[in-house]
C-alpha cells in the first residue's frame, strides 16, 4: 500500500518495527481530539491492511499502541464499517474486522458522502470538474473512457452469454419437438417417427 501514515513499518506480534503513535505528547484523548475523524480512519485502516488476517478492535488498539482508548477503536472501525470500508463478522462474543477499502477507497467514499449530502449534484460535479488541473482533468477523462469501454465490453460478452444460452436451448430441444411434431428424426425409420410403425 505504499507509504503508512504510522510514519515506521508495522510489526506483529509487538516487534521492534510496530509503529508508535506515542510520541506525539499529552494524553491518549487530547491526542484523538486533535487529530482529525479523517486520520484517525486511516490510522485504523492501516493497521487492518497490515493484519494477518481478520484481527478484534483489541488487535487494532495495540498496533496504535494503546494511543486511542478501547472504546473509540470501535466507535472508528463502526464508522467504517458504515462506510463499507470494512467487513465484520462475529468470533465468539466479539466482532473480528477486515478492511474493504484502502485510504484510496476511503478517500472515494468521503467524497461521495459529501456529494449525495449536497441537493444540486450537477451544480457541485460542475464546479469540482472546473475548478482540476489539467493533468487530473485527462486522467478522468482516461478513467472514464477506459470505465465506458469496461461497460460495452461486459454487456456484449453479457449479450453474447445469453445468445449462446439461448441457442445452446433451442439446440437441445430442435430434435425431440421436431419429431414429434411430425418430421422424420436423425436416423429413425420415418414410419417410426409417424407412429405408423407400432
Known sequence: ?????????????????????????????ERARRRGQGQLEAQVLAALHHAPGPVTAAWVQERLDGDLAYTTVM????????????????????????????????????????????????????????????????????LLDRADEAEAQAEAEAQAEAEAKAHDGAHEAGPGHATAAGPVGEGRPEGEAHGDGA
Open 1 to 29: 500500500m505504499g507509504g503508512t501514515p504510522f510514519g515506521k513499518a508495522l510489526g506483529v506480534g509487538g516487534t521492534p518495527g510496530r509503529a508508535r503513535l506515542g510520541d506525539l505528547g499529552g494524553t491518549g484523548r
Open 75 to 142: 466507535t472508528i472501525l463502526s464508522r467504517l464499517h458504515a462506510k463499507q470500508a470494512v467487513t465484520r463478522e462475529r468470533s465468539g462474543r466479539a466482532y473480528v474486522w477486515t478492511p474493504a477499502a484502502d485510504e484510496a477507497g476511503l478517500a472515494a467514499l468521503r467524497m461521495r458522502r459529501v456529494l449525495d449530502g449536497e441537493p444540486d449534484r450537477d451544480a457541485v460535479l460542475t464546479s469540482f470538474v472546473s475548478a482540476l488541473s489539467e493533468h487530473d482533468e485527462q486522467l478522468l477523462r482516461a
